[in-house]
Nanobody, 115 residues
Framework: QVQLVESGGGLVQPGGSLRLSCVAS????????MAWYRQAPGKQRELVARIFMYGSTNYADSVKGRFTISRDNAKNTVYLQMNSLKPEDTAVYYC?????????WGKGTLVTVSS
């Protein structure tokens, strides 16, 4: 059974930083593609960043240059470093992976960017 547990969300002022973490179990973490998605109130869930087995990454245009996704295979953990946060980054952030072609999701962590 796949389990994804996110942490690190909270309230931050515009221009601030947060680091999200997601600990995974039930998968061969080192070979799995890991991703962060987010869903703002009233909007569809969208891909934020993805990291592949050998460390290559891709990002949504809206976060390029501000967010960095990384992974620590020894800790079965994927991170999302978020800098220069904007109010429009406010959302619930979800960790995602796939096993046997099926999506698995964490419960999410809320990020609120507000002064």
């Amino acid at each position: 059974q796949v389990q994804l547990v996110e942490s690190g969300g909270g309230l931050v002022q515009p221009g601030g930083s947060l680091r999200l973490s997601c600990v995974a179990s039930g998968i061969m973490f080192s070979i799995n593609t890991m991703a962060w998605y987010r869903q703002a109130p009233g909007k569809q869930r969208e891909l934020v960043a993805r990291i592949f087995m050998y460390g290559s990454t891709n990002y949504a245009d809206s976060v390029k240059g501000r967010f960095t996704i990384s992974r620590d295979n020894a800790k079965n953990t994927v991170y999302l470093q978020m800098n220069s946060l904007k109010p429009e980054d406010t959302a619930v952030y979800y960790c995602n992976t796939q096993k046997y072609g099926m999506d698995s999701w964490g419960k999410g962590t809320l990020v609120t960017v507000s002064s």
